[in-house]
């Protein structure tokens, strides 16, 4: 599950159910009571006009009743990284240096 900061690889034996909590929020069931939020499915008017969760839940819920292959591991290993966009990690390089410029600009000059 790819969130705008942290991507979350789970194996598909990890996964032990998926819903729609009240505010539309798609939630993916791990083991061990833990959850993890999908943010592009956070509840928004137009996936209550389009019911895009509702989708998605249907959708991880057959994917996870299909047969599965046989090479799947059998203890699951979800891992957590850091989301790597190009166009957002030049944007806040760009936003701190401006920042930075800004601040020494304002020290400098007095303001």
Known sequence: MINPLRTHLVPRVAIRSVSVGDDGTLEVQ?????KVAAFA???????RVRDTSGEAERKITGWLHATRPVDEPEVPLPQVR????????????????VSGAGALWMALSGG
């Open 82 to 97: 850091w989301t790597r966009c190009r166009s957002a990690d030049v944007s806040l390089v760009l936003s701190v240096v």
């Open 41 to 47: 499915f956070g509840g928004s008017l137009l996936d």
């Open 30 to 34: 791990l083991a061990e009571d833990r």
